[in-house]
């Protein structure tokens, strides 16, 4: 064989690796990227328990609060739209602005329902009701279990990130638009605490 067929078969293997390589690639960011989104697929279950107890609570409360009609619908109201949010977010996490809104929404809901169980405190006959106390402790239980699942989701998209931002990654994640995906964080310290149930 001659000297070019020889750096022409060289060539030609390097192209294939560098092919096989650049596929490679590609896929492990696929992989990662339907990694986070299956993780955000498991906060959206959680958040929908939570949104169906909520009326519920309301209800039992409702009862007992007939001078505190804002309070409760303001719950009903926060809510109402953290399940839209939800919804967009949950279309496609990837979507930045979903994210962020869906990070308001569930923070604007966090606040009102401190501000429900904060009277719920004033009342005894509701704190000692049988079924808002089993309400407060699937409400407290569904909280944990979204702590969980955001933790899960925020690990995923970190290694989503990292795959995508490292060399030479960065090169196949940007010319095939793998845009970078959002931690979801509370956006401040009051909202960081979940709502604290306790009739007892």
Request: net charge negative; aromatic share 10%.
């Amino acid at each position: 064989m001659s000297a070019t067929g020889i750096v022409l078969l060289v060539m030609l293997a390097m192209s294939a690796l560098l092919i096989f390589y650049v596929i490679w690639l590609y896929n492990r960011l696929v992989q990662l990227r339907n990694q986070f989104k299956n993780a955000f697929a498991q906060i959206a279950v959680q958040l929908k328990r939570r949104y169906d107890l909520i009326p519920n609570l309301v209800e039992t409360a409702k009862g007992y609060l007939k001078h505190e009609k804002e309070v409760l619908e303001a719950v009903i109201t926060a809510r109402n739209q953290a399940a839209s949010a939800e919804k967009k977010a949950s279309a496609n996490p990837a979507d930045q602005a979903a994210i962020a809104g869906l990070m308001g929404a569930e923070g604007a809901l966090s606040g009102t329902l401190g501000r429900l169980f904060a009277l719920v405190e004033a009342y005894p006959e509701l704190k000692a009701d049988n079924t808002m106390a089993q309400l407060s402790e699937e409400l407290t239980s569904t909280e944990n279990r979204i702590a969980f699942a955001r933790q899960a989701f925020n690990d995923a998209v970190m290694f989503y990130n990292t795959a995508r931002e490292v060399f030479p990654s960065n090169i196949v994640s940007g010319f095939f638009n793998f845009s970078p995906a959002t931690l979801l964080e509370l956006e401040s310290t009051e909202e960081a605490a979940a709502p604290q149930v306790s009739f007892t």
